[in-house]
């Protein structure tokens, strides 16, 4: 008798336990796997950026978007061949000597008129080459910040809007590849599109959002792409220092959509001496930060709900502006600082700057005869210089205005 008890007791148990809601994804989970090393860097067309597109296809599927890509299938792939000139422009194609890239794309459909899309590149450069600013052999970049935090963000956003009460708009979120090697993935997807883009209403961008700094500074480009942008990013900031930039071109998806005359936002908290290097790893992320871009995202999704679709506006190129140069100073500039000078944020082995003493947190203000007041005159002063010429260099450290000779 006893026993008969027992037993449909126990089933009662085991069933109540599948009921039960699987424990949800973390960013930290879904950064972990991507940027590990069993996905060797995630290169275009490798079989281990298929290894990543399976993993967030799988996301997307748990999280219960529809497939929206090719054939009813979650993947677009494009197919193309390397650039030999690195000016050259990659042409899609497929032959023998192709290489094929695939866009993971997902769909909640709330059966709205407009449609918001959410995006974010997941390749990386494997085991270096182009690109990368690594200079001791082969290794593999593991991308944990660029981009497997964007990408992070964005399926955590698939749970927020899914469970959310912001229903106006249907969203498409994409993981897109060959963004390291020229836009490839999404620039194929604006030309190539699985939704009607004349009722898109405006696309979000996440490259680069793991490295949230102590005074939380936050940049969000494009900006200028529609009129509501900057109202809507400052009234609904939890506490980001913002560096607001208008222009709708840049090194990064969103690119491809403010081509096909889309408002653009994009998401960015700035680079650092592990860009690019083998040195990108998951354990030097700051997950609250990330969190915190979550809550920011989904407020400004939702400030936007009940608004009718956004009006676009194009921008100033600010990258037409650049002055070409023929030389380097062997920094990575930080390009969230916001006051006067060029603030130093990295600096290259073995390069002029390094050579000439400079460090990282130095503030270039003046090269040359040229003041340096800001990114873009640093780069004015910078395009007046070839290799083998000499100039002085003044940066202010802690205060100190310490002169130096540069070397090219």
Not at 196 to 221: A, P, Q, W
Not at 278 to 286: C, F, G, R, V, Y
Not at 351 to 376: E, F, N, W
């Amino acid at each position: 008798m006893i026993k008969k008890i027992i037993i449909p007791l126990l089933l009662l148990v085991i069933i109540s336990c599948k009921k039960e809601k699987e424990p949800s994804v973390s960013l930290q989970d879904d950064v972990y796997f991507l940027a590990s090393d069993s996905l060797g860097g995630r290169e275009t067309g490798s079989a281990y950026e298929l290894k990543a597109a399976e993993y967030i296809k799988q996301r997307m599927n748990d999280l219960h978007l529809n497939p929206a890509g090719d054939s009813a299938s979650y993947y677009q792939t494009f197919s193309f061949k390397p650039k030999k000139d690195p000016h050259q422009e990659v042409k899609y194609v497929s032959s023998d000597s192709s290489i094929t890239g695939t866009n993971i794309i997902g769909y909640l459909d709330n059966k709205a008129e407009n449609t918001v899309i959410i995006g974010a590149h997941y390749d990386h450069l494997g085991m270096g080459g182009e690109g990368s600013l690594y200079r001791d052999g082969t290794a593999i970049h593991n991308g944990a910040d660029d981009n497997a935090s964007g990408v992070a963000v964005m399926l955590q956003l698939v749970d927020s809007l899914s469970k959310g009460q912001d229903k106006n708009n249907n969203y498409l979120f994409m993981a897109f590849s060959g963004e390291e090697i020229g836009l490839l993935g999404s620039n194929y997807f604006a030309k190539n599109p699985t939704v009607d883009l004349t009722h898109v209403n405006y696309m979000i961008n996440m490259d680069m959002v793991g490295r949230l700094r102590e005074d939380k500074t936050l940049s969000v480009s494009g900006t200028g792409t529609s009129p509501i942008w900057s109202q809507v990013l400052n009234a609904s900031n939890p506490g980001f220092k913002l560096v607001l930039k208008e222009s709708g071109v840049g090194p990064s998806d969103h690119t491809s959509f403010y081509l096909q005359d889309l408002p653009v936002l994009h998401f960015f908290t700035g680079q650092h001496e592990d860009y690019h290097k083998p040195t990108d790893d998951a354990d030097k992320l700051n997950y609250e930060g990330m969190e915190m871009i979550v809550g920011y995202i989904s407020s400004v999704i939702s400030e936007l709900d009940d608004d009718p679709k956004l009006t676009f506006k194009k921008t100033k190129n600010e990258s037409e502006e650049v002055p070409r140069f023929k030389v380097a100073l062997g920094v990575v500039p930080d390009y969230l600082f916001d006051g006067k000078g060029m603030r130093i944020d990295g600096v290259s082995e073995d390069k002029p700057a390094q050579k000439a003493g400079l460090l990282k947190g130095d503030i270039v203000i003046q090269l040359g005869d040229s003041t340096v007041v800001d990114m873009m005159s640093y780069m004015r002063a910078l395009s007046v210089f070839e290799e083998g010429n000499s100039t002085k260099v003044i940066v202010d450290r802690k205060g100190e205005k310490i002169e130096a000779k540069i070397t090219f």
